[in-house]
């Protein structure tokens, strides 16, 4: 007779792999002048045993800081102890040094090269911003709306962004690592104007930044039109294109000069490369024009808007696949407030709602 039983072996880790330097033998750079305190450097380590093996990690300094220059904090920054001269040392060489939490401690070591450059000697260069948002009555969830771009002909400078002093409070944020410029919720319809900065940590430049927020009303989507573009991304269009086409879209379409055009979405057609374009024309006197009367309008300056930008259709309604035999097809467009598209590029941004449409056939009375 016999019997089975199932046996787990569980394979604990012991501390065999030292932490290592990732890379190791590391050069970095500071600029000169810079003041105490200045972060040079954030060193990253690996170890292949399991978490209770490996961190807290210790960091020390072993070799080549006899003057203290430099200090190495718990969490592996490596920051400036004095003002550096290119004068005085153009390199440093060190020995640096990590230790894990295990039983036994494991350790390793390697060599950081600090190179002393010039200071920054040119300004950053940036771009105006302008920025268009569309919201649907007044519902704007918030998020980001935009992002500041500038260069530097310093290879090394770090730039960060933010506002320009004195700083106020603001319905903006503005991230200092990459630039990108968050909008509160609930941002009421309006231009509003932004004072951003860039530095370089020796030179500010100011970056002015300009908000319109428009609201989209039900009697626009009531009579607005698509206008289909081909071959060409949201990004392209909105960089390469958006002044140009508006600009041809306003002659074609306004009868009086005081009309108006409000361009309410941008969304690329699934599964193609083509892009809808969603406006509406306000008359001078307040309301809009029909759908059908705009798409006709349209119609006849394509030739013009085609020198800008391939046309694929202009269109009042899709009701493509419906059959109302005699029937009328009617046709709702809903923009989804809280679902929005960012398209920026370094010079305009354009936000709007994700739209879609319904169609329906409606009996004619009889």
């Known amino acids: 007779m016999s019997s089975t039983v199932m046996v787990n072996i569980d394979i604990s880790d012991i501390n065999d792999n030292p932490p290592t330097f990732s890379p190791a033998n590391l050069t970095t750079v500071i600029q000169e002048n810079k003041p105490i305190g200045t972060s040079i450097l954030q060193l990253s380590v690996n170890d292949q045993d399991s978490s209770h093996n490996g961190e807290p990690f210790d960091f020390r300094i072993v070799s080549g ?6 200090v190495l904090e718990k969490d592996g920054t490596l920051v400036a102890n004095q003002v550096f001269r290119r004068d005085l040392a153009t390199e440093y060489a060190i020995m640096i040094q990590v230790t894990d939490s295990g039983k036994p401690r494991l350790s390793s070591s390697s060599m950081l090269t600090v190179r002393v450059i010039e200071e920054s000697l040119h300004r950053p260069v940036t771009f105006p911003l302008e920025v268009h948002i569309v919201t649907m009555e007044d519902e704007f969830p918030g998020g980001v709306i ?16 933010g506002h320009a002093p004195p700083a106020q409070r603001s319905l903006f944020k503005i991230s200092p690592r990459d630039g990108k410029i968050i909008a509160l919720g609930g941002l009421d319809a309006g231009r509003y104007s932004l004072n951003a900065s860039v530095s370089d940590g020796r030179f500010a430049v100011p970056v002015p930044v300009s908000v319109h927020v428009e609201q989209a009303t039900p009697e626009m989507l009531r009579e607005a039109v698509t206008v289909r573009f081909e071959s060409v991304a949201p990004q392209d269009f909105v960089g390469l294109h958006l002044k140009s086409v508006s600009k041809v879209l306003r002659q074609a379409a306004a009868s009086q000069q005081r009309d108006t055009l409000h361009l309410l979405s941008l969304q690329p057609v699934g599964g193609t490369q083509q ?17 059908a009367y705009l798409t006709q309008k349209l119609s006849a300056s394509r030739r013009q808007l085609e020198e800008v930008l391939r046309v694929s259709a202009i269109l009042d309604k899709n009701c493509s696949g419906l059959e109302c035999r005699g029937a009328q097809c009617e046709q709702s467009i809903i923009l989804d407030s809280h679902s929005l598209a960012t398209y920026s590029t370094p010079r ?13 056939c409606t009996c004619n009375g009889e």
Do not use: C, W
């Not at 800081?65 to 430099?70: A, T």
């Not at 406006?279 to 029909?290: M, R, S, W």
């Not at 305009?348 to 329906?360: C, E, G, K, L, Y």
């Open 65 to 70: 800081n006899k003057g203290g220059e430099f």
């Open 146 to 161: 935009g992002q500041l771009h500038a260069t530097d002909a310093d290879p090394y400078d770090v730039l960060t962004f």
């Open 275 to 291: 892009l809808d374009m969603l406006i509406a024309v306000e008359t001078a006197a307040g309301g809009y024009y029909k759908a």
């Open 348 to 360: 305009v941004s354009f936000v709007s709602p994700r739209f879609h449409r319904t169609s329906r």
